[in-house]
């Protein structure tokens, strides 16, 4: 499967824990993008590398998370001191341009 | 920031049908509409793309129209099909401006009726 792919795809935490998730990309794809998404909503923007270089921020992008694309390859977003309104989809996309961003199938977050 | 509005919410067409969602935009930097189907429990998928150079754009049975002067694209599928049920959004950015990250509509779920 050469599409996006995100592990775990199920994580359950006890409030306060921290979590971390993985993003692999599209192998040729340079830029790479964090969306949160609830139910029956669409998904909200978290934040955006294009190589290793973070280059935009989300104001959901609380000082709880943080997001490293080290080698410029596969990403981690990292949440401490989980909280029950951190439970949700987090979804991952990568493109090779500035158009045509692909996703993954998204680490299931649920907060108890 | 960006906000994008998208109706109708819910959206009911006998199968052969044509069915049209609707979206707004508040910034007018944005130059970059794409529409995604997502089926229960399953990632967001590209359908049908269009940058702001082109009015419209048309992929078999689906067609974007692009209107910047009001800031508005509809997203149109003819012969509405089973298999086309799903929640469509659509979503906006300024490419290349720095500001590459998507802003989503709220959603429309369209129900094809056999």
């Known amino acids: 499967d050469t599409g996006v792919s995100q592990n775990p795809r199920h994580k359950i935490t006890k409030r306060g824990q921290n979590v971390t998730f993985r993003c692999d990309p599209i192998s040729e794809h340079n830029r790479l993008y964090w969306y949160r998404q609830t139910l029956g909503q669409g998904p909200e923007f978290l934040t955006y590398?294009?190589?290793?270089?973070?280059?935009?921020k989300s104001r959901l992008l609380s000082d709880r998370f943080s997001a490293e694309r080290p080698k410029g390859s596969f990403s981690t977003l990292e949440i401490q001191r989980t909280e029950q309104g951190d439970s949700a989809m987090y979804l991952c996309a990568s493109s090779l341009y500035h158009y045509e961003q692909y996703f993954g199938p998204g680490t299931r977050l649920t907060v108890t | 920031g960006e906000n994008v509005e998208q109706h109708p919410s819910t959206l009911s067409v006998q199968e052969g049908d044509s069915a049209v969602i609707k979206c707004t935009y508040s910034?007018?930097?944005?130059?970059?509409f794409p529409w995604y189907k997502q089926e229960l429990g399953k990632r967001p998928q590209l359908i049908i793309d269009?940058?702001?150079?082109?009015g419209e754009k048309k992929d078999q049975r689906i067609a974007v129209t692009l209107n910047k002067t009001a800031k508005h694209f509809s997203l149109h599928i003819t012969e509405t099909q089973p298999e086309d049920s799903a929640v469509y959004f659509c979503?906006?950015?300024?490419?290349?401006?720095?500001?590459?990250?998507?802003?989503f509509g709220k959603g429309t779920h369209l129900i094809i009726q056999p």
């Open positions: 590398f294009q190589n290793e270089a973070q280059l935009e």
């Open positions: 979503a906006a950015s300024e490419a290349g401006g720095g500001a590459d990250g998507l802003t």
């Open positions: 910034d007018s930097a944005s130059n970059y």
């Open positions: 269009i940058r702001s150079n082109v």
